[in-house]
């Protein structure tokens, strides 16, 4: 995959949730009852989507929604238990595994896929897929890996106001991506100056629990993938009872750290008197601290006002080293070694 080619995914995710949107989800009457719980099951980028829903359901859904990043799935998983199977490219071998599992312990089944084994297998067994386009990195597909998510547990009258959310997320991020796009000067482009910000420094990104923890780690996420830099994230109140004592040494460091706080409205007070006396603490010690505010009024909208400046950054954070966003060489090698022998 090209830069062209990427800096095209970037500005079309918006588009992608136009397109789920006019898609629709239709599922068959016998998902239409009573769970105990929700299991979004996948890894990486096929992951993300379901980490958002978790958090989003926070405030909108009766039953937890819980993220299962592994080859098995949780013991509690049975015949009252909705499990969303998410891979983009149906072949991703640890969410094929949990996938079996979920069906030998009794719970009802959805796929959500380009295509793959995974679309085979669950087409095969009679559960419900829903085909989204194919491609694509994952990372570049959100908008197609948790738009289906969101639709399907309004759908299911699990949460309310998924639609609604989503349109409203779309009119915010074309606002916003007429101000980060690569046409954009840096002197207007806020994500062109953290990428430069964050060039030849180790970025660390703050959320909140419950608000921006997801938006914290996609933009981790990344500048990993991206950029092919570390990253690292952790969360308000949690960080206050750790990582906040950890300013201290290596100085050398310490220095070229960049804080990145991603804040909302909605966050609570004494989170933001934390934030507030943790810039405070750490002032000196670091190289920069930046701040970032939501835009929107859903939930969605100021999630992924977040996560697009940060897909953003993490793009033009690989420009600034002249490297190519777009391979992830050594993911493709660790899965070929998985691969040997079986």
């Known amino acids: 995959m090209t830069v062209e080619k990427m800096a095209e995914y970037l500005w079309g995710l918006p588009d992608q949730f136009t397109s789920i949107l006019e898609q629709g989800i239709s599922l068959p009457q016998n998902y239409q009852r009573t769970y105990s719980n929700i299991v979004i099951t996948g890894l990486g980028g096929s992951a993300i989507g379901g980490d958002i829903i ?82 694509m990195a994952p990372r570049a597909a959100t908008g197609y890996l948790f738009g289906p998510l969101a639709l399907i547990l309004e759908e299911l009258g699990i949460v309310q106001g998924s639609t609604t959310d989503l349109d409203e997320t779309v009119q915010v991020l074309k606002a916003i991506r007429e101000e980060i796009h690569p046409g954009v000067d840096i002197l207007r482009n806020q994500a062109k100056a953290i990428a430069r910000d964050m060039k030849d420094s180790l970025p660390i990104i703050w959320g909140s629990t419950a608000r921006s923890e997801t938006a914290a780690l996609r933009w981790k996420g990344q500048i990993n993938e991206n950029a092919k830099s570390p990253a690292y994230y952790n969360m308000f109140p949690e960080l206050n009872h750790n990582e906040i004592v950890g300013f201290g040494m290596p100085k050398d460091l310490l220095s070229r750290l960049v804080i990145i706080i991603l804040r909302d409205p909605g966050d609570h007070a004494q989170v933001k008197k934390r934030i507030e006396i943790s810039k405070e603490i750490i002032r000196t010690h670091v190289k920069k601290i930046i701040e970032l505010e939501t835009q929107g009024e859903s939930f969605l909208a100021k999630f992924y006002s977040l996560v697009y400046v940060g897909d953003y950054a993490s793009f033009y954070l690989a420009l600034e080293y002249g490297i190519n966003p777009s391979p992830v060489e050594v993911i493709d090698y660790l899965k070929a070694e998985l691969a040997k022998g079986k």
């Open 54 to 135: 978790r958090t989003y359901a926070l405030q909108k859904a009766q039953v937890p929604v819980i993220v299962n990043r592994d080859y098995d799935m949780p013991n509690f998983v049975n015949e009252d238990s909705l499990v969303l199977t998410v891979s983009y490219s149906g072949n991703t071998e640890e969410t094929l595994s949990a996938y079996q599992q979920a069906r030998s312990q009794g719970a009802s089944i959805i796929a959500v896929t380009s295509g793959g084994k995974l679309a085979d297998i669950a087409e095969e067994n009679g559960y419900a897929v829903v085909k989204i386009p194919g491609g």
